[in-house]
């Protein structure tokens, strides 16, 4: 699923005369932007990825539950092709030499804690494949929605890619 949203991604970018763009997300879109990236590095700019899902083997352990809680709706609940998608989906193996083409892209991981599937561990996961990464993290949701709008701000000028 999140190599299909990321071509859509960089398609809708290409349909808005994008040819270079900040790949931002929340949640699946913070698996789909590093993903589009993966795709097409050349085309991203940066990336801001808030609240990053489960990931690798995290994210494995708990496949078998997603699909379960997609079945469990039946086959006519308008989200079960989703949920099974995203429980299919996985970014590539943190060994994957793949990554190495995202060295040079500045990238944000913005993660709270009181969330079991966007755990802050997924953002240390990702800043360990992306060492240059700023992780910022806060103690729950409504610590993040009081520090994170102006904090992501400071960091996009500080990184020269929006105005002062």
């Not at 006519?76 to 190495?100: E, F, K, T, V």
């Amino acid at each position: 699923m999140w190599p299909s949203l990321a071509k859509d991604m960089l398609a809708v970018a290409s349909a808005h005369g994008l040819v270079r763009f900040i790949a931002a997300g929340n949640s699946r879109g913070a698996a789909t932007a590093p993903t589009a990236a993966l795709q097409q590095p050349h085309r991203i700019l940066a990336l801001v990825l808030y609240r990053p899902p489960l990931l690798w083997a995290d994210r494995a352990a708990r496949r078998d539950a997603l699909f379960t809680s997609a079945d469990a709706h039946g086959p006519d609940w308008p989200y079960r092709d989703l949920l099974r998608g995203s429980a299919a989906s996985n970014l590539p193996p943190a060994s994957d030499a793949a990554w190495q083409r995202l060295q040079s892209i500045p990238t944000l991981l913005l993660c709270h804690g009181d969330d079991a599937v966007h755990p802050i561990a997924s953002g240390v996961a990702l800043q360990q494949v992306l060492p240059h990464a700023t992780l910022l993290t806060a103690d729950d949701l409504a610590a993040a929605e009081a520090t994170f709008p102006d904090k992501a701000a400071e960091w996009l000028v500080a990184n020269k890619l929006i105005p002062s």
